[in-house]
Nanobody
């Protein structure tokens, strides 16, 4: 069974940090572009950050540049999203997605992932 599973979410105070993980099972991530997306209540899903299969190319939405870092460890079949200086407006359900189309920018802008995780909640609140 092909799956993406997110972990690492939770409740954090403003200014705090979290690291999300997206682990694949049933397939290897080596040939896939991976993206992190988020959706807050009443808002459309947003592409947060995406990374190419090699890790050489990354894309970030403007609101997280300088605060979030995407990375991947293909040996562990996992992609990470390090989130620092978190703000209340970062509160959302975060999901990861995988695509074979070789463009991190496209995945983030089109949201046309082939495989999707169930999502994990991130809440930033004091």
């Amino acid at each position: 069974q092909l799956q993406l599973v997110e972990s690492g979410g939770g409740l954090v105070q403003p200014g705090g940090s979290l690291r999300l993980s997206c682990a694949a099972s049933g397939f290897t991530l080596d040939d896939y572009v991976i993206g992190w997306f988020r959706q807050a209540p009443g808002k459309e899903r947003e592409g947060v950050s995406c990374i190419s299969s090699s890790g050489a190319s990354t894309h970030y939405t403007d609101s997280v540049k300088g605060r979030f870092t995407i990375s991947r460890d293909n040996a562990k079949n996992t992609v990470y999203l390090q989130m620092n200086s978190l703000k209340p407006e970062d509160t959302a359900l975060y999901s990861c997605a995988a695509t074979e189309i070789p463009s991190a920018f496209r995945l983030c802008s089109q949201g046309d992932g082939k495989y999707w995780g169930q999502g994990i909640q991130v809440t930033v609140s004091s």
